[in-house]
C-alpha cells in the first residue's frame, strides 16, 4: 500500500518537507490615516486596524516595528471630499512625518487612488459622460510624484484605469524618480470583499458600481491581459485583488510577464475570518497562517493583510 501519511509523522518530518516558507519582510501592513480624526475610530470586522489620525498612525508604526513589522501600506483618507484638484497635503504631511521619525527603518507604499478624494466615491474623474480619462491620468501621476517628493519608497495604483501605469512612470522619471518602483494593482477585480474597506477610507460609489473600471470576475483571460499591460506599461511588481478568489491568476501572470506577483487579502477576506472567530467556528492565528500559505502555495510573492502585524505571533520568522 502507497503510504503517504508516512512523512507526516511528527513535526520536523512534516517540516523537512514544506515547500512553502516565507518571511515577514514578504508581508505588507496596510493602514489608514484619516484628516481631522480626534480619536482612532474602530473599523467593523477589521480586527487589529482601526482608522488612524496621523498622531495614532505613528504610535502604530512604532509598535508594528518593534513586532518586526517592516513594510507598510498607507492609504490616506481626506476630509474634504472634491472633483479634482485634490489637495494631497494629508498624505504629504503623513508620509514625511513617518520618514522623520522612522527614518529608512520601514518601506512605504502609498496607495494612488481616486476614490478617498472624490465626492461621488469612484477612483476617477468624472464628467456627464463618465470617466473623464485624460484628467484623471493627470491627478494621479500628480500624486504619485508628490508622494514620492515627501518620501515614499513606493507608489501603489488601485485605480485600474488605463494608462495609468505609462503615465505614472513618465511622470516619477520626469521628476528624477526613476528608482522609485510602482506595485501596480495589476488585477483588480469589481468584488463584494471589499466591504469593510470602503467604510475605513469612505470610498464606496454614491452611485453606480466599479464594473465598468475593475474586472469581471468571469474573465481568466481579461484577468490575465490587466497584468500584462501592466507590465508592458513599466510596472515593477504586480498584484491580484482579491486574494483568496484570485489563486489560479497568480501563476500564469507571473509565467507570462516574468514579474513577481503579489496577493492583496482584502478586507472582506480577512473579515471573513475574524468574525468566524468571533463565533468560535474557527481559530483565527491558524485560519490566517493556513491563507497565507495557501498564497504562497499560489506563486504569491509578498501577501498584502490586515494580519500582518500577527506575524511573529503567528511564528514567521525575520
Ligand atoms: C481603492 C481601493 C480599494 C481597495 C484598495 N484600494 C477599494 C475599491 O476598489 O473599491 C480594497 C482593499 C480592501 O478591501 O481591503 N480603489
Known amino acids: 500500500m502507497k503510504r503517504l501519511m508516512r512523512l507526516r509523522g511528527s513535526q520536523h518530518l512534516r517540516d523537512l518537507c514544506a515547500e512553502t516558507e516565507f518571511n515577514r519582510a514578504q508581508l505588507i501592513q496596510p493602514f489608514f490615516v484619516v484628516e481631522g480624526l480626534a480619536n482612532e475610530e474602530p473599523i467593523a470586522g477589521l480586527r487589529g486596524n482601526v482608522r488612524h489620525s496621523v498622531a495614532s498612525a505613528l504610535k502604530q508604526i512604532e509598535k508594528d516595528l518593534a513586532d518586526g513589522v ?8 481626506p476630509a474634504e471630499k472634491k472633483d479634482g484638484n485634490f489637495s494631497q497635503q494629508l498624505t504629504r504631511e503623513t508620509i514625511s512625518e513617518i520618514r522623520r521619525q522612522f527614518g ?3 518601506c512605504l507604499w502609498v496607495d494612488t487612488c481616486l476614490c478617498s478624494y472624490t465626492t461621488h466615491g469612484h477612483c476617477a474623474v468624472m464628467n456627464d459622460k463618465g470617466i473623464n480619462l485624460a484628467a484623471t491620468l493627470d491627478e494621479l501621476a500628480n500624486s504619485a510624484v508628490a508622494f514620492a517628493e515627501a518620501g515614499a519608497d513606493g507608489i501603489s495604483p488601485s485605480d485600474m484605469m488605463d494608462g495609468r501605469v505609462a503615465r505614472i512612470r513618465t511622470a516619477l522619471d520626469a521628476k528624477g524618480f526613476d528608482l522609485v518602483p510602482i506595485m501596480s494593482y495589476s488585477t483588480k477585480f469589481a468584488s463584494n470583499f471589499y466591504g469593510p474597506f470602503r467604510n475605513a ?9 466599479r464594473r465598468h473600471y475593475q474586472l469581471d470576475v468571469r474573465n481568466r483571460n481579461g484577468a490575465i491581459n490587466a497584468s500584462l499591460r501592466c507590465a508592458e506599461e513599466g510596472a515593477d511588481l504586480l498584484m491580484v485583488k482579491p486574494g483568496m478568489t484570485s489563486l489560479d491568476l497568480i501563476r500564469p501572470i507571473n ?4 514579474l513577481q506577483v503579489g496577493a492583496y487579502q482584502v478586507s472582506g477576506e480577512y473579515a471573513g475570518m475574524v468574525l468566524l472567530a468571533e463565533q468560535e467556528l474557527i481559530k483565527f492565528d491558524e485560519a ?3 491563507t497565507w500559505h495557501v498564497f504562497k502555495r499560489a506563486g504569491a510573492q509578498y501577501i498584502i493583510t490586515y494580519g500582518a502585524r500577527y506575524a511573529r505571533r503567528l511564528g514567521i520568522g525575520r
Open 70 to 77: 517592516t513594510q507598510f501600506l498607507l492609504f490616506p483618507v
Open 104 to 106: 529608512d527603518s520601514l
Open 201 to 209: 477610507a469612505d470610498s464606496a460609489p454614491q452611485f453606480g458600481d
Open 255 to 258: 509565467e507570462q510577464t516574468g
Open 288 to 290: 490566517l497562517l493556513e
